[in-house]
């Protein structure tokens, strides 16, 4: 029966679907394929152990965390606060195209900002209920939808460009899982042939907020 | 050179090993920490391997591991009270650098890309060396001092906590699976059903499976290790794919599955209680037309950047 080598996966499934400790469940999951697998303990040990240690590369992005600490104490966030700010007279698919950019742009250089958090519910949301609001009084539908929106613009951006960054923990696991896999893959390789998916999302998302913004100004000429 | 190469990733190993020891450190002192005991060996024995593991036997750090495991599935790790950014330093400070604190950030990213392509170092090393030069700058600028960067140092560890050492353990599952030929025999599995050999078809599936099982776990980085094995390299790297390019877009592809999942919470239900919204999947339903769309185009891209 071969396919009991298979139980691993499916530890991996229901231990993330039921939000189980997630370190555990990857270390249970090790332990369970390979004892299935006829791999004796001893050896799952040392296979466990070489491989923790041949993929240290992974977690190489730790070394730029003091800098990163050492700039958020210093005003990181306020300066990219007053740059956002500067955003007057625009519409809510505006907003969100630049706000696309510059996320875009601090993942290209490695800046991973809890976006959701410290821009989207105190700055992005609001600045584009206030945009909206301009022409017509919004409907609790539609404010949602904004909030929705603002949220969603942050998660494109995030996903879609921090494979940019060389030195971003995804990145870095690429390149050491192709390596542990028998293929050589160079960081930098990747960060390069990431760039097509980060400039379609700006395209994709531009017409998308163009698109939103449209069906805001339709649905405000029926409001009247 | 590939021992002097070696030498100099010891060298920050071991400086990594030491964040830790401050982290664990710092741990051990937070006392409001309920698990203050358990989390600063967490921490303590990540210090050890990423310090000295390579003196180690490595039947000692699976050992190690399995330890972090157990502290981990037993609820001993928090991540404590991590002590808040005073407001007024870190305004009047934006207000006297204003754009310039953005500088060290697009140094560390250059100096990575320059030491990576213009010198025999390589990448790692050139990662390495821009977290050092760019600290130094952001140092130099900010005025910063030795306790700054220790008291930052433990602060963005700490804060980052198990998470961030999950990327890791999810590439050495990876290399369990392998070891115990799970990929094996998910392509065997697969290929009774679908042909290998067609590089479109291979592409599809390896895209599409990287999605789905993004959906049900809600973490990209942990579907890749079990898919890419599995699916992407007998169906697309095998067959002639290059494997930068599989390995970009299919994660890439992962991203697609987390834009569609309640799974992946910190990005889709998060910010639904955070903004008090009325419907619980908003933010998934206004990305799903992106992510799909997304997801087609890396299909394309693969299939046309691959071979």
Same mark, same amino acid.
């Given at each position: 029966m071969e396919y009991i080598k298979l139980i691993g996966v499916l530890v991996i499934i229901l231990g993330f679907a039921f939000k189980l400790d997630t370190v555990a469940v990857v270390i249970i999951s090790a332990l369970v394929t390979a004892l299935a697998s006829g791999i004796d303990f001893t050896k799952f040990l040392e296979i466990l152990g070489q491989g923790f240690m041949d993929n240290r590369m992974v977690s190489l992005f730790f070394l730029t965390l003091p800098m990163i600490g050492v700039i958020e104490r210093h005003g990181l966030k306020e300066s990219a606060v007053s740059l956002i700010q500067? %955003?007057?007279? %625009?519409t809510p698919g505006r907003i969100f195209d630049i706000y696309l950019l510059i996320r875009e742009a601090a993942s290209l250089f490695g800046i991973s900002l809890q976006g959701q958090v410290?821009?989207?519910?105190?700055l992005i949301n609001p600045m584009a209920q206030a945009a909206a609001s301009v022409e017509t009084k919004l409907t609790n539908k539609q404010v949602d939808r904004i909030k929705a929106r603002s949220a969603a613009t942050e998660n494109f951006g995030n996903f879609f460009s921090q494979n940019l960054f060389v030195a971003s923990a995804g990145v870095l696991l690429m390149a050491s899982t192709m390596k542990s896999l028998g293929y050589k893959v160079s960081p930098n390789g990747i960060a390069l042939y990431s760039i097509p998916v980060a400039v379609l999302t700006i395209v994709l998302v531009f017409w998308y907020n163009h698109m939103f913004d449209r069906q805001l100004l339709k649905e405000g000429k029926n409001n009247d | 050179m590939t021992s002097l190469i070696n030498n100099i990733l010891t060298f920050f190993y071991m400086l990594i090993g030491a964040t830790f020891l401050i982290a664990s450190i710092e741990s051990a002192r937070d006392k409001t920490n309920s698990t203050r005991w358990g989390t600063a060996t967490f921490w303590l024995i990540f210090a050890v391997i990423f310090g000295v593991g390579q003196w180690l036997p490595n039947a000692v750090v699976g050992a190690l591991l399995l330890v972090i495991g157990a502290l981990s599935l037993l609820k001993q790790v928090k991540v404590g009270h991590i002590k808040s950014l005073n407001k007024e330093v870190s305004e009047a400070s934006a207000k006297r650098l204003g754009g310039w604190i953005f500088l060290p950030s697009i140094i560390l990213a250059v100096t990575a890309i320059l030491v990576a392509q213009f010198t025999p170092f390589g990448g790692q090393v050139g990662i390495g060396v821009a977290a050092i030069v760019s600290l130094i700058v952001a140092m130099w600028l900010t005025k910063a001092g030795g306790k700054t960067v220790y008291e930052d140092s433990q602060r963005m560890v700490r804060s980052v906590g198990s998470a961030g050492i999950l990327p890791q353990l999810l590439a050495t599952l990876g290399v369990v699976f392998t070891a115990s030929g799970v990929g094996t025999v998910t392509a065997k599995a697969i290929s009774s059903v679908f042909p290998v050999g067609n590089h479109l078809l291979g592409v599809v599936l390896y895209c599409v499976a990287m999605a789905v099982f993004t959906v049900i776990m809600g973490n990209a980085f942990a579907a890749f290790a079990v898919i890419t094995a599995g699916i992407g390299i007998p169906f697309v790297v095998a067959q002639g794919g290059a494997a930068v390019v599989v390995a970009a877009l299919g994660m890439t592809s992962g991203y697609c599955g987390t834009l569609l999942t309640p799974m992946a919470a910190n990005f889709n239900t998060l910010p639904v209680a955070l903004m008090e919204m009325k419907d619980p999947l908003g933010v998934i339903k206004q990305q799903a037309p992106i992510a799909i769309t997304m997801l087609i185009i890396q299909i394309i891209l693969m299939y046309v950047l691959a071979f």
């Open positions: 500067k %955003l007057q007279n %625009l410290q821009f989207i519910r105190p | -």
